[in-house]
């Protein structure tokens, strides 16, 4: 009686235990897919940030990249991991870092100043690079123009506004005759800016004084070589040499009575009379815009270079009035302009 029993109750619910099973198979399906979903979408993306040197260019550059993910949402170790490689100055070293970072396969690299440029334009090939910092990417070999690039690779000029400072170093000292600066001829960036800072100063009658440097051990002797030629005032380029030794270069021209201008906000700070600086900040801001558009699925070969967003003009009257120097009103009615306390 049991087993009849038995018999046609399994008769009768087999059915029901078939179509049971394949909704279990359904669900596992849909969760595991859920699932996947949900890691895809929590996936933190992989970016490498690499640096050629400890600079305050380097600094302000990295914080606008934190800054610009952090405004458009999204949180350093919990939607996105920055791994920040810095050279040391060391060419070896930054090679060695590229080659690491190409087996390592990041979603994007973000690149400051033009030595890691020219490594990452020789080097990585297949993933995403947005640079900052450079002042020529051309003549860092990224590309043929602003237009016609190396694919994989886009990013952000700061190319000093060497014609603004010709222009103000005239107002500002009418009786100026002769600007100084010295310079790194083992970097490209550094020539460039050079070369663009005596086009414009000859183009409002000024003299360009230079000395070459080639290490952080000769400034002090580089400065002390350019005091020596008596230049009206200093105007200090940028590059990866000198932005490191920036409060050195005041003080050794300001025991010898120059006054120094300069191209980093940070110099103002320091004593510098007056900066024209373009904002290395907004340059990080700038890259992340850039490196959104890719990560949305943009082909960075179609993004153009452009130059960085923001200048700011800093103005130092203490400095000033060290050297017996007033600043026209029409310097205080710029766009931007910042007083420094």
Same mark, same amino acid.
């Given at each position: 009686?049991?087993?009849?029993?038995?018999?046609?109750?399994?008769?009768?619910? /087999?059915?029901?235990?078939?179509?049971?099973?394949?909704?279990?198979?359904?669900?596992?399906?849909?969760?595991?897919?859920?699932?996947?979903?949900?890691?895809? #979408?929590?996936?933190?993306k992989r970016f490498?940030?690499?640096?050629?040197?400890?600079?305050?260019?380097?600094?302000?550059?990295?914080?606008?990249?934190?800054?610009?993910?952090?405004?458009?949402?999204?949180? /350093?170790?919990?939607?996105?991991?920055?791994?920040?490689?810095?050279?040391?100055?060391?060419?070896?070293?930054?090679?060695?870092?590229?080659?690491?970072?190409?087996?390592?396969?990041?979603?994007?690299?973000?690149?400051?100043?033009?030595?890691?440029?020219?490594?990452?334009?020789?080097?990585?090939?297949?993933?995403?690079?947005?640079?900052m910092v450079v002042?020529?990417?051309?003549?860092?070999?990224?590309?043929?123009?602003?237009?016609?690039?190396?694919?994989?690779?886009?990013?952000?000029?700061?190319?000093?506004?060497?014609?603004?400072?010709?222009?103000?170093?005239?107002?500002?000292?009418?009786?100026?005759?002769?600007?100084?600066?010295?310079?790194?001829?083992?970097?490209?960036?550094?020539?460039?800016?050079?070369?663009?800072?005596?086009?414009?100063?000859?183009?409002?009658?000024?003299?360009?004084?230079?000395?070459?440097?080639?290490?952080?051990?000769?400034?002090?002797?580089?400065?002390?070589?350019?005091?020596?030629?008596?230049?009206?005032?200093?105007?200090?380029?940028?590059?990866?040499?000198?932005?490191?030794?920036?409060?050195?270069?005041?003080?050794?021209?300001?025991?010898?009575?120059?006054?120094?201008?300069?191209?980093?906000?940070?110099?103002?700070?320091?004593?510098?009379v007056l900066v024209?600086? /373009?904002?290395?900040?907004?340059?990080?801001?700038?890259?992340?815009?850039?490196?959104? /558009?890719?990560?949305?699925?943009?082909?960075?070969?179609?993004?153009?270079?452009?130059?960085?967003?923001?200048?700011?003009?800093?103005?130092?009257?203490?400095?000033?009035?060290?050297?017996?120097?007033?600043?026209?009103?029409?310097?205080? #009615?710029?766009?931007?302009?910042?007083?420094?306390?």
């Open positions: 009686m049991n087993n009849s029993f038995l018999k046609v109750l399994t008769k009768f619910i /087999r059915p029901y235990l078939k179509i049971l099973s394949i909704i279990a198979v359904i669900a596992s399906v849909i969760l595991l897919i859920d699932k996947n979903s949900n890691k895809s #979408e929590t996936h933190k490498v940030l690499i640096q050629y040197n400890d600079s305050p260019l380097s600094e302000l550059s990295m914080q606008g990249i934190i800054d610009g993910l952090q405004t458009n949402g999204l949180t /350093r170790d919990k939607d996105y991991e920055l791994k920040v490689s810095n050279a040391q100055g060391d060419i070896a070293t930054l090679n060695l870092m590229v080659d690491a970072v190409v087996n390592d396969k990041p979603d994007l690299v973000f690149i400051t100043s033009t030595p890691p440029l020219q490594a990452a334009a020789q080097k990585i090939k297949t993933i995403p690079v947005v640079f002042a020529d990417p051309i003549l860092a070999g990224a590309g043929k123009s602003f237009q016609d690039h190396i694919p994989n690779i886009t990013g952000i000029s700061t190319l000093g506004d060497y014609e603004g400072m010709a222009k103000w170093v005239t107002k500002v000292l009418p009786s100026a005759k002769s600007i100084g600066t010295i310079y790194s001829p083992g970097e490209s960036n550094s020539v460039k800016n050079m070369s663009e800072l005596k086009k414009y100063a000859e183009q409002v009658g000024l003299k360009l004084i230079t000395v070459p440097v080639n290490s952080s051990q000769e400034i002090t002797d580089a400065v002390l070589a350019l005091t020596s030629k008596q230049p009206d005032v200093i105007c200090q380029i940028v590059d990866n040499l000198t932005s490191a030794s920036s409060a050195t270069i005041i003080k050794i021209a300001k025991d010898n009575k120059i006054p120094v201008f300069g191209f980093v906000s940070d110099q103002s700070g320091k004593g510098a024209v600086s /373009r904002d290395y900040h907004q340059a990080g801001v700038d890259a992340v815009r850039l490196a959104l /558009r890719i990560i949305n699925g943009e082909n960075p070969a179609q993004i153009p270079f452009e130059f960085v967003s923001k200048t700011n003009i800093l103005l130092n009257p203490a400095a000033a009035a060290t050297y017996g120097i007033s600043f026209p009103a029409e310097l205080y #009615e710029v766009k931007d302009v910042i007083i420094t306390k």
